[in-house]
């Protein structure tokens, strides 16, 4: 759009996703920050964090260009599309995360049923 209409640039910003597979999603999220930040500076918070021990298997990021089926079987809870990210007048923030509706939820339930397994056996 802003290639057409180039006085919205920075003003408006949009994506557009086929996802023609039943079993993976992506979230859109956007979020007005308190604070005004760079898709570098975003990004590499995520990054970041998913390096982080705490969120080993829940947080990745990809900065391929994958589609929806390159998900299918991620365990992981969410993947943070780097290419995706977008920061429109410094602090309105958009951030895509794909996962797989069924694969990393179940997951998740055994990581808690092997935790809840290890504190009854204190």
Do not use: H
């Not at 570098?40 to 990021?61: M, R, T, W």
């Not at 602090?91 to 049923?113: F, I, T």
């Amino acid at each position: 759009v802003t290639k057409a209409l180039p006085g919205l640039k920075g003003k408006f910003d949009g994506i557009a996703m086929r996802v023609p597979t039943p079993v993976v999603s992506i979230s859109d999220i956007t979020a007005l920050l308190s604070e005004n930040v760079t898709v570098e500076k975003l990004n590499n918070a995520f990054i970041k964090a998913s390096k982080e021990p705490y969120f080993q298997g829940i947080l990745a990021v990809s900065d391929e260009p994958l589609v929806s089926r390159d998900y299918i079987g991620n365990s992981n809870s969410g993947i943070v599309d780097l290419d995706l990210t977008r920061v429109v007048d410094g602090n309105l923030v958009k951030v895509c995360v794909w996962y797989d509706n069924e694969w990393g939820y179940s997951n998740r339930l055994v990581e808690l049923v092997a935790d809840v397994a290890k504190n009854l056996t204190k």
